[in-house]
């Protein structure tokens, strides 16, 4: 059973780091992202999510339409859907009257939409409504209602108000009516409603729902041919993908027996979130081990520096052990926000500070580079080495692009973005009926259903010391990250030894008392960090760290050259103070390094060795990276 759950999203009021981000979220980029899916951000592109629904309610009563009444993919619907959830936690921290009614009517427009079984999808609903349920491989249908009941629950935790969660209970039955009571064959091609329902079901308490999410975890894999026999069935497609890749599809065996983690990243960590949040809530052993299993699969040999998972543009997906190319990698923003996710579950099943480590490494790096400083870009793919006329232009480089655009025609991770950042409190802190578990560090206000209150003071991840001035006590859980090889934590100004607070699987656990202080000191001195020699792309290599975050040097602060750089052995790493073009309080490290060049660059290969001088290397943190125009960048620097 669950050791502790997240806590709810009004829980927390933000400051500092984490506050600022999330007033960016209320102030940029929900209006932007709505802007773009009204078709009104100029030079952006198209994105017809509103059009669509809106189209799709005149088909069902029966106007006119245009004929291309339906733009995009197929499954546009659910960037509607993580905007309303992105919306509802935002208004969750800050009420906005207008904002609620921008929802309200949206939600209106979606309500329209939705077919009188429960139905709702509008590319079927426009397109061909006799096709519904026929190509689970590839449809997306089961994807759109999950992020959709995601969307639901947000909205009534933050508002009150029931009108999408009626609408998707209403659709939650339909599908139960066709997947169980109708005994339909299949399962999600992209899981995500799995644990959409799991959320359903914790609000609305309706036994379908849970069961329909058991049924989707359990059948899946059992029959490894469903989409072969599904495709031999039908006479149209999507995108033609192949049935016989299970490995794509999380299918090549029933969950409790897998081993790696394989296949489509995004698909792969939804699916491992909702496999955990099973086995946390009904106390299913067997399927935690598998979520284990999986979980190490990743984040040991199948995990970049940055938290970024699938290291592949084909499938955007895993591949084998210890395969991270650096110019290459794809690590798609959806799958590190999906790997919180399912970190964020498996601390529910085992609170183990591994988990939080991770989820602290993903969130501070590779979701946080997904989006520009202004809010106004986005990066769909997270590259650890760009080479501008190469990154974006070579054949085997397209995905990786030097500079973030506005908006793609799958626009997935944008509004994925925006929901994480405005949910942020429910993975920083968790509880049980004594205890308040702070697993990220987060500056703001606390106030748990167990009845804890505190304050926590920070700058965090730029300073490392942590203070939580305590209103109402319990007892306290802290994380100590692995990063922090000496730590130091003083209650009411008294230092405690280490055998007074001995860390249990990375967490420090302290009764505390209304009116205690608790200040907890991390070690924040840059670092190298180095890579397993099995990973054949980064031998003879380094990178720059310091606490959570992950450095990497740019061409506009190296001479617009860092392909000539390489780090010294046991060089210095000092904090600088920062760059003026960056956002304010910013820390860069300046390292030593050797800067190495041939004498004659005209010639593509020439017998002259080349001349080495000692210089000065700077390093920005890697989620600000390429916000000051086009120029170079790496993470792993060559050392010698």
Not at 40 to 51: G, L
Not at 199 to 221: M, V, W
Not at 317 to 327: I, K, R
Not at 364 to 372: H, S
Request: proline share 4%; aromatic share 12%.
């Amino acid at each position: 059973m669950k050791t502790q759950h997240q806590a709810s999203i009004s829980a927390y009021k933000a400051d500092g780091f984490i506050g600022k981000y999330q007033r960016l979220v209320k102030d940029v980029v929900i209006p932007y992202q709505y802007s773009v899916l009204c078709d009104q951000a100029p030079d952006t592109e198209k994105s017809h999510v509103i059009s669509n629904f809106i189209n799709a309610g005149k088909a069902l009563r029966g106007d006119q339409i245009p004929e291309d009444g339906f733009y995009g993919m197929v499954f546009q619907d659910s960037d509607a859907a993580k905007w309303i959830e992105a919306a509802a936690y935002s208004l969750s921290l800050f009420p906005d009257e207008k904002l609620e009614k921008t929802v309200d009517e949206l939600i209106d427009i979606i309500a329209a939409a939705q077919d009188e079984d429960g139905y709702l999808n509008t590319y079927y609903t426009i397109k061909d409504r006799d096709k519904r349920f026929t190509n689970l491989q590839e449809g997306h249908e089961l994807y759109c209602s999950g992020h959709m009941m995601e969307a639901a629950c947000a909205y009534y935790e933050a508002t009150g108000k029931d009108k999408l969660l009626q609408v998707m209970l209403k659709n939650m039955e339909h599908i139960y009516r066709y997947f169980i009571t109708e005994k339909h064959d299949g399962y999600p091609g992209h899981p995500e409603v799995e644990l959409a329902l799991l959320k359903l079901y914790r609000l609305s308490g309706n036994p379908h729902s849970l069961e329909l999410a058991e049924h989707f975890i359990n059948i899946r894999g059992v029959d490894p041919h469903f989409y072969e026999k599904e495709k031999a069935g039908r006479d149209w497609s999507v995108w033609n993908n192949d049935p016989t890749d299970t490995d794509y599809l999380q299918a090549s065996a029933p969950v409790r027996e897998q081993k790696d983690a394989v296949g489509h990243a995004v698909r792969a960590v939804y699916l491992y979130t909702a496999m955990a949040d099973l086995a946390a809530s009904t106390d299913d052993k067997e399927l935690s081990a598998a979520c284990r299993r999986l979980w190490e699969s990743i984040t040991r040999r199948r995990m970049y520096l940055t938290g970024g998972i699938g290291s592949t543009v084909i499938g955007e997906a895993f591949t084998v052990d210890y395969d991270l190319p650096n110019d290459t990698a794809y690590a798609e923003t959806c799958a590190a926000i999906g790997l919180i996710f399912f970190g964020s579950r498996m601390l529910e099943n085992e609170v183990d500070g591994e988990y939080g480590d991770i989820c602290e490494r993903a969130f501070y790096n590779a979701v946080l580079a997904g989006m520009q400083l202004d809010g106004k870009r986005f990066f769909y793919v997270n590259p650890l080495e760009v080479i501008p006329g190469i990154s974006g232009a070579a054949q085997t480089h397209k995905h990786d692009l030097p500079v973030r655009p506005k908006w793609y025609a799958c626009a997935c991770c944008p509004p994925n973005v925006a929901r994480l950042v405005s949910s942020f409190g429910k993975y920083a802190y968790g509880e049980n009926e004594d205890t308040a578990f702070c697993h990220l560090f987060a500056a703001g206000e606390v106030s748990l259903e167990n009845g804890m209150k505190f304050t926590c003071e920070t700058n965090y991840p730029y300073d490392f010391e942590i203070l939580y001035q305590i209103e109402k006590g319990g007892n306290l859980a802290l994380r100590i990250p692995g990063f922090s090889k000496t730590w130091q934590i003083d209650l009411n100004g008294r230092k405690l030894s280490q055998t007074d607070v001995t860390p249990k699987k990375g967490y420090v656990y302290l009764s505390v008392s209304d009116g205690d202080t608790v200040r907890l000191t991390l070690d924040g001195t840059p670092r190298f960090q180095y890579a397993s020699s099995k990973v054949p792309e980064l031998t003879g290599k380094t990178a720059v760290c310091r606490g959570p975050l992950v450095y990497c040097f740019e061409g506009v602060d190296n001479q617009d050259d860092i392909l000539s750089l390489s780090l010294r052995k046991g060089g210095a790493l000092n904090i600088s103070d920062g760059q003026s073009a960056l956002p304010e309080g910013t820390v860069t490290i300046t390292a030593d390094a050797l800067r190495t060049q041939t004498t004659d660059d005209a010639d593509l290969y020439t017998d002259n060795a080349p001349v080495t001088n000692p210089c000065q290397a700077v390093a920005v943190p890697y989620y600000t990276w390429g916000n000051r125009g086009e120029n170079q960048m790496r993470v792993w620097m060559d050392y010698q």
